[in-house]
C-alpha cells in the first residue's frame, strides 16, 4: 500500500527528472536565455557566461550545464551576427588587431604567442611581415585558419 507521502515523494522524483532544476531557474532568473539585444545585454551574458566558464571541470550541476550549452549557443550568435570577419577585409596586419582587439589582447601578449616581445612590437608597427611560422602560431592561439593572414 502506497501512503500519500511516498507518492508525494515519487512526484517529486519524476517532476525533477522532467523540468528545468532550481539552479538552472535560477540561472535564468539571473539572466534570461533570450536573443541578446544591444551592448549591455551581451556583457551581462558575458559575465554570467564567465562565472560558469571558470569553474572547474565537472562542477557544473545538471541544470548549470545546460544553461551554461545554451547561453554559449545565444552570446555565438550574437558575436557571428554583430561582429562577423570577412577573410578578404582588410589586410593581415588588420587582421590581427582586430583579433587582438576583440580578445583583449595587448602588444606583450602577442609577444608571448610569438616568442619575442621586440617582434610583436614590429609586426603591429608594420616593420616586420608575418613569416609562416607566426602564422600557424597565430591560427592556433586565435582558432582561425591560416589563410586569415595570408594575402591582402
Known amino acids: 500500500m502506497t501512503t500519500p507521502a511516498t507518492k508525494t515523494r515519487n512526484l517529486t522524483k519524476r517532476r525533477a527528472a522532467a523540468g528545468p532544476t532550481g539552479s538552472y531557474l535560477a540561472l535564468v532568473r539571473e539572466f534570461p536565455l533570450r536573443p541578446i539585444r544591444g551592448k549591455k545585454e551581451y556583457e551581462q551574458a558575458a559575465a554570467v557566461l564567465d562565472a ?3 569553474r572547474p571541470e565537472g562542477t557544473l550541476d545538471a541544470g548549470e550545464q545546460d544553461y551554461l550549452d545554451t ?7 550574437h558575436d557571428d551576427e554583430h561582429h562577423e570577419m570577412k577573410s578578404g ?11 587582438m582587439e576583440e580578445s583583449g589582447m595587448r602588444t606583450i601578449d602577442l ?3 610569438l616568442g619575442n616581445r621586440g617582434l610583436a612590437s614590429l609586426i603591429l608597427n608594420g616593420r616586420r611581415q608575418l613569416s609562416k611560422t607566426h ?12 589563410a586569415l593572414f595570408l594575402g591582402p
Do not use: C, Q
Open 52 to 54: 560558469l566558464a571558470v
Open 71 to 77: 547561453l554559449t549557443l545565444l552570446v555565438r550568435a
Open 89 to 99: 577585409a582588410g589586410d593581415a596586419l588588420s587582421r590581427l588587431k582586430y583579433l
Open 111 to 113: 609577444g608571448r604567442v
Open 135 to 146: 602564422i600557424r602560431k597565430l591560427s592556433e592561439h586565435f582558432k582561425v585558419s591560416p
